[in-house]
């Protein structure tokens, strides 16, 4: 009887302890002031808005843009333009970049972190280590519950790539401000942003970085190591101002359903020793 108390009380504790492993904040180092950075080209149609640096190297193509080569219906305030090949600001960027990702995939996601095979949208997650160990998706809503810490962290490992929905959004819960400024999306290919996706965090792609059209990054940036960043009619501001979020009591994710089946098995566990 004594050992039947004891799994009553230990396993539903033990199953809600499933969760994602802390994250460590990611420096972007001087990538921190690029919205929009590139290792091949910059290029875009519609009335993009872009707020803080747009770059590109080694490659040296931005398009669409007013101020910049032929110009373009795309703008850029709070921020310049930086190309290469030489060396110079995108040069060290670039290197900056690379630092952060390969510090973002090294972090240990853990076994409570592993999303594999979910649908990011309906999920209500805590700060931590998530990761995909193939590609990864966005349909509808995905809420980040910053649990009342402004300096939060959220760090997403996909192996592959990341796709979003048509009007899919990054919200968040229980934030003192300038939520998406310590989201990392760390992906081991090319992101696609849908139509009309309300986006957050900073995408660390190896690849390519695409949003299309009405996509936009309200708190984040969209960083691409060795490809292309295609822009259409898009918002991406690097300079997260601080917002009033809702507060709200909802549960850590999972937590109603992990102890449920916790109490399960501790019901299993102590018929099976009653008997």
């Known amino acids: 009887m004594k050992v039947s108390s004891l799994c009553l009380i230990v396993l539903p504790f033990w199953v ?13 180092g001087t990538a921190v002031t690029f919205a929009v950075l590139a290792g091949s080209t910059v290029t875009n149609t519609g009335l993009t808005d872009i707020n803080g640096n747009v770059g590109v190297w080694p490659g040296t193509a ?3 843009f007013t101020g910049f080569g032929a110009g373009g219906p795309g703008t850029v305030t709070g921020g310049a333009f930086y190309v290469g090949p030489g060396p110079g600001v995108a040069e060290t960027a670039e290197g900056d970049l690379t630092s952060a990702y390969n510090f973002a995939a090294a972090e240990a996601c853990g076994s409570g972190g592993n999303l594999t095979g979910e649908d ?8 931590g280590v998530y990761c995909f160990t193939s590609s990864a998706q966005l349909t509808g809503t995905l809420t980040l519950n910053d649990q009342g810490n402004e300096d939060a962290v959220f760090v997403f490992q996909i192996a592959s790539t990341l796709t979003t929905g048509t009007d899919a959004a990054v919200d968040f819960i229980n934030s003192g401000g300038g939520a998406g400024a310590d989201v990392f999306w760390q ?8 139509t009309g996706t309300a986006f957050a965090g900073n995408i660390l792609a190896l690849a390519s970085i695409t949003l299309n059209t009405g ?9 691409a ?3 292309a960043v295609t822009l259409d009619d898009n918002t991406v501001s690097a300079g997260c101002e601080a917002t ?3 507060t709200t009591t909802t549960p850590e994710p999972g937590t109603a359903t992990l102890l449920g089946i916790g109490l399960l098995l501790s019901l299993i566990a102590y018929g099976k020793t009653g008997s």
Do not use: F
């Open 187 to 194: 992906i081991g290919s090319s992101a696609t942003l849908g």
């Open 244 to 246: 009033t979020t809702t």
């Open 16 to 28: 809600l302890s499933a969760y994602a492993g802390p994250a460590s904040d990611v420096n972007l």
């Open 120 to 127: 990011l949208g309906g999920l209500t997650l805590t700060p």
């Open 215 to 223: 996509a936009s990054i309200d708190c984040g940036s969209a960083l």
């Open 225 to 227: 190591s060795n490809g």
């Open 62 to 64: 931005i398009t669409g």
